[in-house]
C-alpha cells in the first residue's frame, strides 16, 4: 500500500530551494578557495583533516570511511588519488592481510597547514559572520533534528 506525499507548501518550497542554494554557494565556494590557494579538493582537505587529528596521523582506511561518512569505494579511489600525489601512504595493516592503513605524509600535513587560515576565514566569512547567539542555536537545534529524524518510507514503519 502506497501513500501519497504531503506535498510542500509554497513557504516550504522556497525554504527548501534556498536552503539547497546555500549549501551549494557554501561548498562551490569552499572547493574553489582551497583549488586556487593549495590546489586541494574539498575531498582531499576533509581526508587530511582527519588524518591530522588521529593518533600517529595514521588510521585504517574502514576507519577514516566512518569519519568521513564515505563508502568505502569512494575512500579507496580518493586514497589511491591522493598517494600518487605524495598527500598520504598506502600501507597493509600488520596481522591483517585485507586492513589498509592510510598514513599522513609530511607533505600532506604542510600542504593542510597551507590550506588551514585561508579555509577558516572562508568558513567564517560565509557562515558564522552571519549568525548570533539565538541563530546558531537554533540551527544546531534544527540540524541535530535532521541527523536523528527517520528517513524511512512511510510503508516500512
Request: aromatic share 6%; with cysteine; proline share 3%.
Amino acid at each position: 500500500m502506497t501513500t501519497q506525499p504531503q506535498w510542500l507548501e509554497e513557504d516550504e518550497q522556497e525554504l527548501w530551494r534556498l536552503m539547497i542554494s546555500g549549501f551549494t554557494a557554501i561548498s562551490r565556494t569552499i572547493d574553489d578557495r582551497l583549488q586556487a590557494g593549495s590546489d586541494l579538493s574539498s575531498s582531499e582537505y576533509a581526508v587530511l583533516v582527519v588524518l591530522s587529528e588521529a593518533q600517529e596521523r595514521t588510521l585504517r582506511l574502514r576507519e577514516l570511511c566512518a569519519e568521513l561518512g564515505w563508502d568505502r569505494s569512494r575512500a579507496s579511489h580518493q586514497v589511491t588519488r591522493m598517494a600518487k600525489r605524495g598527500l598520504l601512504a598506502k600501507e597493509k595493516c600488520p596481522g591483517d592481510a585485507r586492513g589498509v592503513l592510510i598514513a599522513l605524509t609530511e607533505e600532506g600535513m604542510r600542504r593542510l597547514q597551507d590550506a588551514v587560515p585561508d579555509h577558516v576565514e572562508t568558513v567564517r566569512r560565509l557562515v558564522f559572520d552571519h549568525l548570533d547567539e539565538d541563530r546558531s542555536a537554533q540551527l544546531r537545534g534544527f540540524f541535530t533534528d535532521v541527523l536523528e529524524a527517520d528517513v524511512s518510507h512511510p510503508d516500512q514503519r
